[in-house]
């Protein structure tokens, strides 16, 4: 497929207005072909008031066309399959088989939807009969209405334009106007197509799909603030989610913004795991903190240990690991600038001090793992030290005590996810009082694992209270991803036949229901 640089609009191309501008191979530092031109206020109008006329035609096709669709779009993503993951390489300089692996997923991701569209579970179906006085009440979730999605950078595939967010809002019966990374337009414009042509064969309204292309801010805060808009999904910095959510709060209408931003992904190594298996902890450490240059949301950023023996031993043995790691190109110039300022501010901060650093960067994208040390007096003492620095470094933070570990536990910001290393007899009542105070803090918690590796299945939770995401109450993984995209509508005394099929006597869908307070599928 020839790459055009054009926005994807009432299905077609369309040539922006606006200033041009070029994907970077952040490898070799060169421009790349073509031209993608920003788009403007119209067009943001244009994709706004399709999606929002065809929002009442989408909502109310069968679960099945739309399940349809979300497998059309994962087989037509296959078919592009080693164009995408070619241009995505060069945009991002992610390796083959961390690309390869993620187009898999990012298939997965939208049949996954498919199949909770067919259960219809989400729904939540729930009939209680009249009663003496009170009423037939009947509720299900109906779709919101378009949703605005922001692509991230470190996930070109599976949280950009064909990613979880416009999987879960197309399962929701929620139009999608997607605006486009800017440090990976042309992979954007590949999955977006593969959107656009699903969408086209499935002889649904244009509507359904749009993608806008920029690169700066005014598009998208158009876009938040468009009056078709009802939702916005959005993944990367925790600046950019702020501001976002500003903007959809002081619309006249205000709407949702479920924005995934910055998490330090606290690891609690408990003194019976280090006693037990501290070397190889510490490899699985190293791996999981500079895989793909330590760009994931779910990087470990923070390591806290009990002072000792085996946790000096834990030190010399991860600092042996990350001394030996390679540097690795970053996204884009601009996250390794931050990356770079990022570890200067942990260089010159009191009380931390700097145990290793990766091999020299051989060029100007390329970042250094950074492995640094503090404790847990300095790290209760100044709030800065818990700030995510996006790339491969961490801060190791030396308690006195359990109380003391329970105490900067206690002090952190919310997070994705929080790690427990522990032996199962030796460490369980510290590991139980981590547990009881983590489930505050996270999204997932998980005991003797890595946080990195985010499943795509029903029981994830990726999100987190703030600032790991501006909403603690949902998840932008898995299918209760769709839950964000849905409100419930209540039907009083509504004639069988008015009702929506969720609803009706003869539970024409199959769907397991709640009648009267009971479970059942009838
Ligand atoms: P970003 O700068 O927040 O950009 C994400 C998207 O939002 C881009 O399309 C960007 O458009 C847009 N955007 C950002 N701020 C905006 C604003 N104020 N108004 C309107 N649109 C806005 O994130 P990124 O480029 O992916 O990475 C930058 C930093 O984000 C990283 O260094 C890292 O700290 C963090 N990050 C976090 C995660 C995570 O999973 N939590 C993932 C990736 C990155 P433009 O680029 O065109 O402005």
């Given at each position: 497929?020839?790459?055009?640089g054009?926005?994807l ?18 490898t070799?530092g ?15 109008a ?11 035609l ?55 939807f ?16 009249a ?20 692509g ?11 990613g ?38 499935a ?39 702020i ?13 949702p ?26 490899t ?29 031993a ?24 931050a ?8 260089d010159?901060?009191?009380g ?8 020299t ?5 390329q970042?250094?793992?950074?492995l ?14 818990q700030?995510?620095v ?8 030396i ?22 290393h ?11 009082l ?9 999204g ?23 600032p ?29 036949s ?11 869908l ?7 307070g ?5």
């Amino acid at each position: 497929m020839t790459i055009t640089g054009e926005m994807l609009i009432d299905g077609e191309a369309v040539t922006g207005n606006g200033d041009a501008f070029y994907a970077l191979n952040p490898t070799t530092g060169a421009q790349m072909e073509p031209a993608f031109r920003s788009g403007g206020v119209t067009d943001v109008a244009r994709a706004c008031e399709l999606g929002r006329q065809a929002f009442n035609l989408y909502r109310n096709t069968s679960l099945e066309t739309r399940a349809a669709l979300l497998e059309s779009i994962a087989s037509n993503l296959e078919a592009a399959g080693n164009e995408l993951v070619e241009r995505a390489m060069a945009e991002t300089g992610l390796a083959r088989p961390r690309l390869e692996g993620e187009l898999a997923r990012t298939a997965r991701q939208l049949r996954m939807f498919a199949g909770v569209v067919r259960k219809g579970h989400w729904l939540n179906a729930t009939l209680d009969s009249a009663s003496g006085a009170a009423p037939d009440l009947r509720m299900r979730m109906i779709a919101l209405g378009p949703v605005a999605v922001f692509g991230a950078s470190n996930f070109p595939l599976a949280f950009s334009v064909a990613g979880g967010d416009t999987a879960s809002a197309l399962a929701a019966a929620c139009p999608v106007i997607v605006k486009a990374h800017p440090a990976h337009p042309g992979t954007s414009e590949i999955a977006g197509r593969a959107i656009q042509a699903a969408v086209a064969s499935a002889g649904l309204p244009h509507g359904v799909f749009s993608m806008l292309v920029d690169h700066g801010h005014a598009i998208g805060e158009e876009l938040v603030r468009h009056s078709a808009i009802k939702a916005v999904g959005f993944t990367g910095s925790r600046s950019g989610g702020i501001a976002l959510s500003r903007i959809a709060a002081n619309r006249p209408e205000p709407i949702p913004v479920y924005a995934e931003m910055s998490s330090t992904n606290p690891v609690f190594l408990l003194p019976g795991a280090l006693r037990a298996g501290g070397v190889q902890l510490a490899t699985g450490f190293a791996d999981s903190l500079t895989a793909s240059a330590g760009q994931f949301c779910t990087n470990p950023g923070l390591v806290l240990a009990i002072a000792g023996a085996d946790t000096d031993a834990w030190k010399l043995a991860v600092s042996a690991a990350i001394v030996g790691r390679p540097a690795a190109t970053m996204l884009t110039p601009g996250i390794h600038a931050a990356y770079e300022a990022g570890i200067a501010r942990l260089d010159g901060m009191h009380g931390v001090r700097r145990l290793a650093h990766g091999v020299t960067p051989a060029s100007s994208c390329q970042a250094r793992a950074a492995l640094y040390e503090t404790t847990a007096d300095a790290f209760l003492a100044d709030k800065q030290i818990q700030n995510e620095v996006f790339g491969p470094s961490s801060v190791i933070v030396i308690c006195r005590d359990s109380a003391h570990m329970l105490a900067v536990a206690q002090a952190l910001e919310g997070q994705l996810t929080a790690t427990v290393h522990a032996e199962l007899q030796v460490d369980a009542a510290l590991a139980q009082l981590l547990l009881s105070c983590l489930e505050l803090k996270a999204g997932r918690v998980l005991i003797n694992g890595f946080p990195t590796g985010v499943e795509v299945c029903h029981a994830m939770v990726h999100g987190g209270p703030f600032p790991s995401t501006s909403d603690g109450r949902t998840t932008s993984v898995g299918a209760g991803a769709i839950d964000r995209f849905l409100r419930p509508v209540c039907y009083q005394n509504v004639p069988d036949s008015w009702l929506p099929e969720a609803l009706q006597d003869a539970n024409p869908l199959n769907l397991w229901r709640l009648k009267d307070g009971e479970r059942v599928n009838g």
